[in-house]
């Protein structure tokens, strides 16, 4: 499967965006899709999670700021970041989980969001 993230950019601290990640198959194959983060020296991050029949998980500093979503109809999961700071700058990834039979774990390209404080 191959995915294609979006919507990364330059943003003032307390400011928002959002990023999508179209899925070039059926999200009905996928268990769990995500996005993780990765800034400059450090290693790459969980940011939030969801599962297949829908449900969520976030990392503590995503927890209450940031929501993430799937449109089965678009095979696309999206995240929506609110009240962004400057220490959540970094490559964000789209990830897919499949499990059991024909199993894979596929990475999107990755997208640059920037938060100036």
């Known amino acids: 499967v191959q995915l294609q993230a979006s919507g990364g950019g330059l943003v003032q601290a307390g400011g928002s965006l959002r990023l999508s990640c179209v899925v070039s198959?059926?999200?009905?194959?996928?268990?769990?899709m995500g996005w993780y983060r990765q800034s400059a020296g450090k290693q790459r991050e969980m940011v939030a999670l969801i599962s297949n029949v829908g449900s969520t998980y976030y990392s503590d500093s995503a927890k209450g700021r940031f929501t993430i979503s799937k449109d089965n109809a678009k095979n696309m999961v999206n995240l929506q970041m609110n009240r962004l700071k400057p220490e959540d700058t970094a490559v964000y990834y789209c990830?897919?989980?499949?499990?059991?039979?024909?199993?894979?774990?596929?990475w999107g390209q990755g997208t640059q969001v920037t938060v100036s404080s």
């Open positions: 198959g059926s999200l009905d194959n996928i268990n769990i």
């Open positions: 990830n897919a989980q499949r499990f059991g039979t024909q199993s894979f774990n596929s």
